[in-house]
């Protein structure tokens, strides 16, 4: 990610702002020991995968005003934590001319403040039962010093650019989601009776890290039998049953950017009547509502589509009187948009335009069965319709039942 995407990012951004409205996002901060990985909307505007860093924007009266905070290089620790980046690397690779140093911070924006009117942040969900988050932290001298600034959530002015993905944007997804699809495949593969659920998610963590990616998207969920009843399974740690269905709801991450897959499997080779009959119905339902992916068809007409079949489906099973009792066993939504956020910026009333990247994943959970179907696929809305970027993971029962005869 370089100057030539990010300077556009911020100009539009920028651009949105009434007079004396300024911009401030904090970059994620690095825990010991640990991986680093960027907060998402810093890196969308800066580029930069620096640790503790401030971005600040402000559109002024005689133009806008931009400066970038970083961390002062300190020799001493270079052999503990390495060198850090200096101010000029920083400014070629972001574009940003008023570079300056962390510890700046608050003398620079005190500056600002008596003109400033409202602060956009990356300040988070605000609740009363959580503490505050750093960048709402970093903030409460503002809000306490000058009481006429208003201090909001980005959400609100970034969600329209974040929404819509541009062709640099959609390699970075296709690359993990293709990073996720041949991982998959390794798992298919390999993946024997009487293995536990966490061997499945270390052969596709090592796929992960073998394909030069660093993180997941999300946390993976491996559920095996009655685990996919689970919506949100995550702790991965059953062994596999004979004659069990697994259902792996996965996504590799790549330059900040997470696919998001879920693919089922019988661990023993081939379905069971009963698990054909429910996955056919979730594998229907998927086919359709991807079809009737367009620009401005509103996302919640899709979800509810999804309802009214899945609900034909399950009386037609025997396993509801009435289609309208749907959520007994299909009880989450139809989809959400996809980008640097598992669950990107844009809500279940959006209405889909051209560069949208949409989840489809609709499922049947039946915990009395031991027994969950979900089929998840990652799509683009483009000018003529969609593309399905998932399209190369396979998802047929034909298709998934020869793989797995050919597993050695």
Same mark, same amino acid.
């Given at each position: 990610?370089?100057?030539?995407?990010?300077?556009?990012?911020?100009?539009?951004?920028?651009?949105?702002? /009434?007079?004396?409205?300024?911009?401030?996002?904090?970059?994620?901060?690095? @825990?010991?020991?640990?991986?680093?990985?960027?907060?998402?909307?810093?890196?969308?505007?800066?580029?930069?995968?620096?640790?503790?860093?401030?971005?600040?924007?402000?559109?002024?009266?005689?133009?806008?005003?931009?400066?970038?905070?970083?961390?002062?290089?300190?020799?001493?620790?270079?052999?503990?934590?390495?060198?850090?980046?200096?101010?000029?690397?920083?400014?070629?690779? /972001?574009?940003?001319?008023?570079?300056?140093?962390?510890?700046?911070?608050?003398?620079?924006?005190?500056?600002?403040?008596?003109?400033?009117?409202?602060?956009?942040?990356?300040?988070?969900?605000?609740?009363?039962?959580?503490?505050?988050?750093?960048?709402?932290?970093?903030?409460?001298?503002?809000?306490?010093?000058?009481?006429?600034?208003?201090?909001?959530?980005?959400?609100?002015?970034?969600?329209?650019?974040?929404?819509?993905?541009?062709?640099?944007?959609?390699?970075?997804?296709?690359?993990?989601?293709?990073?996720?699809?041949?991982?998959?495949?390794?798992?298919?593969?390999?993946?024997?009776?009487?293995?536990?659920?966490?061997?499945?998610?270390?052969?596709?963590?090592?796929?992960?890290?073998?394909?030069?990616?660093?993180?997941?998207?999300?946390?993976?969920?491996?559920?095996?039998?009655?685990?996919?009843? *689970?919506?949100?399974?995550?702790?991965?740690?059953?062994?596999?049953?004979?004659?069990?269905?697994?259902?792996?709801?996965? @996504?590799?991450?790549?330059?900040?950017?997470?696919?998001?897959?879920?693919?089922?499997?019988?661990?023993?080779?081939?379905?069971?009547?009963?698990?054909?009959?429910?996955?056919?119905?979730?594998?229907?339902?998927?086919?359709?509502? *991807?079809?009737?992916?367009?620009?401005?068809?509103?996302?919640?007409?899709?979800?509810?589509? /999804?309802?009214?079949?899945? @609900?034909?489906?399950?009386?037609?099973?025997?396993?509801?009187?009435?289609?309208?009792?749907?959520?007994?066993?299909?009880?989450?939504?139809?989809?959400?948009?996809? @980008?640097?956020?598992?669950?990107?910026?844009?809500?279940?009333?959006?209405?889909?335009?051209?560069?949208?990247?949409?989840?489809?994943?609709?499922?049947?959970?039946?915990?009395?069965?031991?027994?969950?179907?979900?089929?998840?696929?990652?799509?683009?809305?483009?000018?003529?319709?969609?593309?399905?970027?998932?399209?190369?993971?396979?998802?047929?029962?034909?298709?998934?039942?020869?793989?797995? /005869?050919?597993?050695?």
């Amino acid at each position: 990610m370089n100057r030539e995407i990010t300077m556009p990012r911020r100009e539009k951004l920028l651009a949105s702002l /009434s007079e004396n409205e300024a911009v401030v996002i904090f970059a994620a901060s690095v @825990g010991k020991l640990e991986k680093f990985k960027q907060e998402n909307n810093f890196l969308y505007l800066t580029g930069l995968n620096i640790p503790d860093a401030i971005y600040f924007g402000m559109k002024g009266a005689k133009g806008n005003v931009e400066h970038l905070f970083i961390q002062r290089g300190i020799p001493e620790r270079e052999v503990w934590e390495g060198k850090m980046m200096d101010l000029g690397t920083a400014a070629e690779t /972001s574009g940003i001319r008023g570079m300056k140093y962390l510890d700046e911070f608050e003398g620079v924006l005190s500056g600002y403040c008596p003109a400033i009117q409202t602060i956009h942040a990356n300040i988070g969900n605000l609740e009363l039962s959580r503490p505050l988050s750093y960048p709402m932290f970093r903030l409460l001298p503002v809000r306490e010093r000058f009481p006429h600034i208003h201090i909001k959530d980005i959400s609100e002015l970034i969600t329209p650019l974040r929404k819509i993905k541009s062709d640099w944007e959609i390699q970075q997804l296709q690359r993990a989601i293709d990073v996720t699809g041949k991982g998959i495949m390794d798992i298919w593969e390999t993946a024997r009776v009487g293995m536990y659920e966490y061997e499945l998610e270390a052969m596709l963590f090592y796929r992960i890290q073998k394909s030069g990616l660093k993180h997941w998207g999300f946390t993976p969920i491996i559920a095996s039998g009655g685990n996919a009843a *689970t919506l949100h399974y995550d702790k991965n740690e059953c062994q596999i049953e004979a004659g069990q269905l697994v259902l792996m709801d996965v @996504g590799a991450d790549y330059m900040n950017y997470s696919a998001d897959i879920t693919r089922c499997f019988p661990i023993s080779g081939t379905f069971s009547e009963r698990q054909k009959q429910v996955y056919s119905a979730v594998l229907k339902t998927n086919k359709e509502i *991807t079809s009737m992916i367009a620009p401005g068809v509103k996302l919640m007409d899709l979800h509810l589509r /999804s309802r009214e079949i899945i @609900g034909e489906e399950l009386v037609a099973m025997g396993l509801l009187d009435n289609a309208f009792e749907v959520s007994k066993y299909y009880m989450h939504g139809l989809g959400h948009f996809l @980008g640097m956020d598992t669950h990107d910026l844009g809500g279940r009333d959006a209405v889909l335009e051209p560069g949208n990247v949409i989840t489809v994943e609709p499922g049947i959970y039946i915990p009395e069965e031991k027994l969950g179907v979900r089929i998840e696929d990652d799509v683009l809305v483009t000018e003529e319709g969609y593309c399905v970027l998932s399209q190369n993971i396979p998802k047929e029962i034909s298709e998934i039942e020869e793989i797995l /005869s050919a597993r050695s």
